[in-house]
Nanobody, 124 residues
Framework: QVQLVESGGGSVQAGGSLRLSCAAS????????MGWFRQAPGKEREVFAA????????YYVNSVKGRFTISQDNAKNTVYLQMDKMKPEDTAMYYC?????????????????WGQGTQVTVSS
């Protein structure tokens, strides 16, 4: 069973920054695709950032390129998401995920491969 523990999130004004963390078990973290997806009310889930931990290869959707940075800490089996220059349209519930499809920017079908989610709200 994949175990992912998220932290961070909260509220910020437009232009501000937030940092999310996702801690995983060593088995989940090692040689895996980990990333973040979000879901806003009335919208589809969207994987927007991913990282292949074995190669530190990163993937982003265009809407967050240049603003969000995904990174990893191998000693802590943790993936981070630094979000800068945030916009009101970034408001959503954010989830960490660990699954091979995440590097294809696809949301895993199995909710067992998701974290519990954390709310991010950006006010204008």
């Amino acid at each position: 069973q994949v175990q992912l523990v998220e932290s961070g999130g909260g509220s910020v004004q437009a232009g501000g920054s937030l940092r999310l963390s996702c801690a995983a078990s060593r088995n989940t973290y090692t040689n895996n695709c980990m990333g973040w997806f979000r879901q806003a009310p009335g919208k589809e889930r969207e994987v927007f950032a991913a990282i292949y931990t074995a190669a530190v290869r990163t993937y982003y959707v265009n809407s967050v390129k240049g603003r969000f940075t995904i990174s990893q800490d191998n000693a802590k089996n943790t993936v981070y998401l630094q979000m800068d220059k945030m916009k009101p349209e970034d408001t959503a519930m954010y989830y960490c995920a660990a699954d091979s499809v995440v590097c294809l920017l696809i949301v895993p079908d199995n909710p067992g491969h998701w974290g519990q989610g954390t709310q991010v709200t950006v006010s204008s």
